[in-house]
């Protein structure tokens, strides 16, 4: 029951989102979903040294880091990042975390004395 | 990557029956904890309590217990993060939270996971930290920085 924090996750849980985006094609893609629309294939695949296919396979990876997530438009899948979602709910479960710490720290010393 | 569940491990140097009276008793487990808390843990049974944590003194502490199994497993649901005044927690999903204690070499191993976060409504989770919400965009930059460097 402390005031809340908001760290950051830790290195461990991190790496599989680094991992995902130690690729020059997945990390443009990131940064031009960041720019906060949604986006579909064709137009994320725009200007792209690569083709459709190998963009929507990148998407994938991303979207197994939990990166971006895809909904259907009419017609067209389209495409938007996840992470905010994702990091919100993990600094979340940091700052309850950092609660417990606190908690069983109180513990430590109500039974060792 | 789990955004469901906490898992805590801590070796405590005291006896395991020691352990499991701060945590089955409710006015020990209420000490530690920061509320004042009255009653039997049974399972079924709900204890309430006033917290005691400065600046939390308008929140009730509120658990279920589910199961006792002395020495070895208490657990219990709440909602948890329920700190808001005037809203009504009931109507949303609980989170559970178990203490499992072992007998290791000088003292007591207590693990505690609190599991089931994923149910809670995200717009939930996400309000606590409204205020320190950084944009998407900004994170990339940080990304990149961190992949480039």
């Known amino acids: ?113 | 990557m789990s955004t469901d569940r906490i898992e805590k491990k801590v070796v405590l140097r005291a006896p395991r029956s020691r352990v499991w009276r701060a945590l089955a008793n409710a006015e020990e487990l209420g000490a530690w904890f920061g509320a004042k808390l009255q009653g039997r843990f049974t399972p079924g049974a709900r204890v309430q309590g006033p917290v005691t944590y400065p600046g939390y003194e308008h929140v009730t502490m509120d658990i279920t217990v589910e199961r006792v199994e002395p020495e070895r497993l208490f657990s219990f649901r709440w909602h948890p993060d329920a700190v808001e005044p005037g809203v009504d927690y009931s109507g949303e999903p609980t989170t559970l939270v178990e203490f499992h204690l072992e007998e290791v070499a000088g003292g007591t191993q207590l693990t505690v996971i609190e599991s089931g976060f994923d149910r809670i409504p995200l717009a939930r989770r996400a309000k606590a930290f409204r205020d320190n919400e950084a944009g998407w965009a900004e994170q990339v930059k940080n990304i990149e920085r961190h992949v480039s460097s």
């Open chain 1, 1 to 113: 029951m402390s005031p809340r924090s908001a760290r950051l996750a830790g290195p461990a849980e991190a790496a599989p989102v680094f991992a995902a985006l130690g690729d020059e094609t997945r990390l443009a893609l990131m940064t031009r979903l960041g720019r906060g629309q949604p986006l579909s294939i064709a137009e994320l695949a725009q200007g792209m040294p690569v083709t459709r296919q190998a963009v929507t396979k990148h998407l994938h990876v991303l979207s197994h880091a939990g990166l971006v997530r895809d909904f259907r438009r009419g017609r067209e899948r389209m495409w938007q990042p996840e992470a905010q979602r994702l990091a919100e709910a993990r600094r979340y479960l940091d700052a309850i975390s950092k609660r417990w710490d606190e908690a069983l720290a109180r513990l430590k010393t109500l039974v060792e004395d």
